[in-house]
Antibody, heavy 124, light 106 residues
Framework: QLQLQESGPGLVKPSETLSLTCTVS??????????WGWIRQPPGKGLEWIGS???????FYIPSLKSRVTISGDTSRNQFSLKLSSVTAADTAVYYC????????????????WGQGTLVIVSS | DIQMTQSPSTLSASVGDRVTITCRAS??????LAWYQQKPGKAPNLLIY???ILESGVPSRFSGSGSGTEFTLTISRLQPDDFATYYC????????FGGGTKVEIK
């Protein structure tokens, strides 16, 4: 059974960099059948896709966050990570890591597996 | 960026009701649209993808339709387990979610 688990600090100071890691078990991030991504949800609000990384290491970011976001993968540890720089209170959210099925000829956007989510609060 | 607008934002219904939620895209997304159900404190759960294809394991009372810019999610007979918030998601260009529709007990 596939499992995704987010880890990282739950509190980050304004202007600093938010760093989260997603550990995947029961599946490989090197599989050509999937992309791996991050989605966030501010408390009481809707979902926002942040970006994703393909099995070959190509990255895709939402334009509004592109200048602050880096997603990377570590195949040796079967993990992928999110870094979001220069955070403000507006970045306070539950952050989910996610698996995106990648079918030939189709965009890899749906999410079939989610992590449980981790709350990150930006505050001094 | 493609904007997704869901309506209504809140819907009051009773068990057994037929429920319809609408999602509109700011430009054509063909049929690259998904629907998710989210319960409080939990991650969302994929219900439908490619506008009308039911994800494995999802009850058949859920159905999706539409193409281009207008899409609907229908629950044919609302069950107690269906009271939740529903989100649409376009994945034609990057990805964007709608604002959500909370289905509450009437």
């Amino acid at each position: 059974q596939l499992q995704l688990q987010e880890s990282g600090p739950g509190l980050v100071k304004p202007s600093e960099t938010l760093s989260l890691t997603c550990t995947v078990s029961g599946g490989s991030i090197s599989s050509s059948s999937y992309y791996w991504g991050w989605i966030r949800q501010p408390p009481g609000k809707g979902l926002e896709w942040i970006g994703s990384i393909s099995y070959s290491g190509n990255t895709f970011y939402i334009p509004s966050l592109k200048s602050r976001v880096t997603i990377s993968g570590d195949t040796s540890r079967n993990q992928f990570s999110l870094k979001l720089s220069s955070v403000t209170a507006a970045d306070t959210a539950v952050y989910y890591c996610a698996r995106h099925p990648a079918k030939r000829g189709e965009p890899a956007g749906t999410v079939d597996y989610w992590g449980q989510g981790t709350l990150v609060i930006v505050s001094s | 960026d493609i904007q997704m607008t869901q309506s209504p934002s809140t819907l009051s219904a009773s068990v057994g009701d037929r429920v319809t939620i609408t999602c509109r895209a700011s430009q054509s997304i063909r049929y690259w649209l998904a629907w998710y159900q989210q319960k409080p404190g939990k991650a969302p759960n994929l219900l439908i993808y490619k506008a009308s294809i039911l994800e494995s394991g999802v009850p058949s009372r859920f159905s999706g339709s539409g193409s281009g810019t207008e899409f609907t999610l229908t629950i044919s007979r609302l069950q107690p387990d269906d009271f939740a918030t529903y989100y649409c998601q376009q994945y034609f260009s990057y990805s964007t979610f709608g604002g959500g529709t909370k289905v509450e007990i009437k």
